[in-house]
């Protein structure tokens, strides 16, 4: 397993993270998946065992049962130099105050994950979304209690547009407080916006990427086609959209015929891609099973070809392209492969 420095700390993850929104299977939750106690504890086991460190969470996937069930098969105790991550600002009661991001929310709801947890300190905290009605000097002042205070080690955000993410880190910086060092996007071969934004921000303001649903919720693992469904889709989850189907298969045809010559999954492949672009640390992997998990591992030892790579970013190449006037100011350098900074001629 190969580790990375998270942004500009010296905070070395995994880069493969474990996903845990399968945990619990409450609610809206049980779309994605019903792992037990006992299946987690033998996934967490497996997880660990091969090197990864960082198990991903939030209080709001199956109203805290994912924490407790982490809690509760971690014992209390660390395994090895494990690491956790959770979130907060997304609906959790019936309260007037039970979502967003304001210092009362935050707080709370921090402390409340701690002790389902069962630990003294979050590794990485993460704003799971935007609040638009809560002032951001309230937010990184709530975050900068909170590390004051010990609670939580480092912090980042989550789903943010570039300025938001700027935003938040102007302000950080004007106070004097605890600046994002990471951010968790969504970032697939099939949905590559990130590469417009949110990539050359992170490059230029030394944060580090973790990345949710790097399959697609299983649509890039190779298992469905264009006659079929994942299971999510069949039960009702929406998430991450697909705008374009018949894009879709066709990269997932590339990712095949690549798996079929390393004797891999297609999932590997789409993983393996993802792990080789800029300022990536980390990919959310989860699974309904120990045999999901073992493959999408071994994707941390996948290498692609230039040529394979190449193939990928053509089929996948979005379908709107960078302005000009924006390429202008892009150090390609800086930023890494030349393919996430089109030429003006692309366009």
């Known amino acids: 397993m190969e580790y990375r420095t998270l942004g500009r700390s010296g905070l070395k993850v995994s880069t493969l993270t474990m996903g845990t929104m399968t945990f619990g299977g409450a609610g809206a939750f049980s779309a994605v998946g019903k792992t037990d106690l006992d299946e987690a504890r033998r996934m967490i086991d497996l997880c660990i065992d091969a090197g990864i460190n960082l198990i991903d969470t939030a209080n709001v996937y199956s109203n805290g049962l994912s924490e407790e069930i982490i809690g509760e098969a971690l014992g209390g105790k660390r395994k090895g130099d494990v690491l956790i991550a959770s979130k907060a600002r997304m609906r959790i009661g019936d309260g007037p105050n039970d ?6 929310h935050l707080i709370r709801e921090c402390e409340k994950s701690l002790k389902r947890l069962r630990t003294d300190v979050i590794d990485i905290y993460f704003l799971h979304e935007w609040d638009g009605t809560t002032p951001l ?28 993410v700027m935003k938040a880190l102007g302000i950080s910086d004007r106070q004097h407080q605890p600046r994002f060092v990471t951010q968790q996007i969504h970032y697939t071969l099939e949905a590559r916006e990130a590469e417009y934004e949110l990539l050359p921000i992170s490059v230029d303001q ?3 990427v973790l990345v949710w649903s790097p399959l697609a919720g299983g649509l890039l693992s190779g298992k ?3 006659d079929q469904a994942t299971a999510r889709q069949l039960s009702g989850w929406t998430e991450p959209p697909i705008r374009d189907e018949d894009r879709l298969w066709r990269i997932v045809d590339v990712l095949a015929h690549i798996g079929e010559n390393h ?24 699974g309904r099973t120990e045999a999901q998990f073992k493959d999408n591992i071994a994707a941390a030892s996948l290498v692609l070809t230039s040529e394979e790579r190449a193939r990928l970013d053509a089929v996948s190449r979005p379908p709107v392209l960078y302005p000009y006037w924006h390429q202008q100011f892009t150090a390609k350098d800086r930023f890494g492969p030349a393919d996430l900074v089109l030429d003006r001629e692309d366009i």
């Open 224 to 226: 469905y086609n264009r």
């Open 137 to 164: 000097e309230e937010t990184i002042a709530a975050l900068d209690t909170l590390v004051s205070q010990g609670k939580v080690r480092y912090v980042g955000c989550s789903n943010y547009s570039g300025w938001q």
């Open 263 to 286: 004797g891999v999954s297609a999932a590997q492949v789409a993983l393996a891609w993802l792990l080789g672009r800029p300022a990536i640390s980390s990919l959310v992997i989860g």
């Open 206 to 208: 030394g944060l580090g």
């Open 99 to 104: 979502e967003g991001l304001s210092r009362y």
